[in-house]
């Protein structure tokens, strides 16, 4: 028995994943064959539908906590409130960025480095050394970037050097070779920081005025001739204050008394010159 040929109808449809018989010729593409990749499309999670879908009850926000609540939203970066990443790393450099900080010097600058043993290398003696010509030679090639001579190596040639900055080492080795140096861009001169305040020099303290000294005249020599000054009296000494000024004490005044009194009596009883003594005569 002959098999049976398949039609032509079923040799030209193909599965929705290309597989399935071909008729030799290009598929035709059309909304009726058109679907994405597979496997690169997923169904919709549906929680909250029962526990034999891993999903149900709390629908995966687990118990409690501020993840659980309706309307819960989560910063991006937050780590639960310790010190998050993108605060742990270091921040990008350069003081022209805002999401830089200044971990150098505020403020620096950029500059193209060329040392005197690059001189010594790439010029002859008397040439003239500028912006243009270093590049020319391969040294300063960045556009728009100031050049600045560094001291590093020897110079032994006459160069006229021009340029927008040079180091002090750099432009004694230059003079001293016989060479000279010209700067294309005049030093800034540094200012103190407008946060902090200037302390005032304290003035000077005056001297005192200093009196003349007097000069000391010489004393005159007495002359050999001239009499002896006269020898300076003693002062006199003053008396004492007499007794009677001072008064008599008590004592000196009962021994008075009593001398008196034996006068008196004496006076009385003294003979006269018959022998008989005088009694005082009756009234």
Do not use: C, W
């Amino acid at each position: 028995m002959a098999e049976k040929k398949p039609s032509r109808r079923a040799s030209s449809v193909r599965n929705k994943d290309g597989s399935g018989p071909s008729t030799g010729r290009a598929e035709e593409i059309g909304l009726h064959n058109l679907a994405p990749k597979p496997g690169s499309r997923q169904p919709r999670r549906r929680v909250g539908r029962g526990e034999g879908s891993g999903v149900g009850k709390t629908s995966g926000r687990g118990h409690k906590g501020a993840g659980s609540r309706s309307g819960a939203k989560r910063k991006a970066g937050y780590e639960g409130g310790q010190n998050p990443i993108h605060m742990r790393m270091r921040k990008l450099r350069g003081p022209h960025m805002k999401k830089s900080m200044p971990f150098e010097q505020f403020g620096r600058t950029h500059t193209q480095p060329v040392n005197l043993k690059d001189l010594q290398d790439r010029f002859a003696s008397g040439d003239e050394v500028t912006p243009e010509s270093l590049k020319a030679k391969g040294l300063a090639t960045r556009k728009d970037v100031p050049v600045k001579i560094l001291g590093q190596g020897e110079l032994k040639k006459k160069l006229t050097v021009r340029v927008h900055h040079a180091s002090a080492s750099a432009r004694a080795g230059i003079e001293g070779a016989g060479g000279s140096l010209e700067l294309l861009i005049e030093p800034k001169v540094k200012k103190p920081h407008p946060g902090y305040k200037q302390l005032a020099e304290p003035e000077p303290e005056p001297e005192p005025e200093k009196k003349p000294k007097k000069e000391k005249q010489p004393k005159a020599e007495p002359e050999a001739d001239a009499e002896a000054p006269a020898e300076e009296e003693a002062p006199a000494e003053e008396e004492a204050p007499a007794d009677d000024e001072a008064g008599p004490a008590p004592e000196d005044l009962e021994d008075q008394q009593e001398v008196n009194e034996e006068m008196a009596s004496d006076a009385e009883i003294q003979p006269s010159g018959d022998g008989e003594a005088q009694q005082p005569e009756e009234e």
